[in-house]
Nanobody, 123 residues
């Protein structure tokens, strides 16, 4: 059974930075794409970033240039570095593991999910 555990959430002022971490266990991490998504109150669920098993990344347009997704296969971790945070980034952020090595930006592309970590950005 794969477990994904997010950490690194918290409260920050607008313009600040946070780094989220997702620890994976249970199977060959390096073979799978990973993604970060978020759910804000009264907003649609959306993917913000993904990374393939080979390290190719994709981003939601609104976070391009501010968020960076990376992975450490030895540590079985995926990271989301966020800078210049805005109040509209406030949400619960979820880590997910793909069905394969691809990095989808769609829910159906993922087979395992973490429980989420909350970020609050104040103006």
């Amino acid at each position: 059974q794969v477990h994904l555990v997010e950490s690194g959430g918290g409260s920050v002022q607008a313009g600040g930075s946070l780094r989220l971490s997702c620890a994976a266990s249970g199977r060959t991490f390096s073979s799978y794409g990973m993604g970060w998504s978020r759910q804000a109150e009264d907003k649609e669920f959306e993917f913000v970033a993904s990374i393939t098993s080979g390290g190719v990344t994709k981003y939601l347009d609104s976070v391009k240039g501010r968020f960076t997704v990376s992975r450490d296969n030895e540590k079985k971790r995926v990271y989301l570095q966020m800078k210049n945070l805005k109040p509209e980034d406030t949400a619960v952020y979820y880590c997910a593991e793909s069905w394969n090595g691809l990095g989808s930006m769609r829910v159906e592309g993922y087979s395992r999910w973490g429980r989420g970590t909350e970020i609050t950005v104040s103006s």
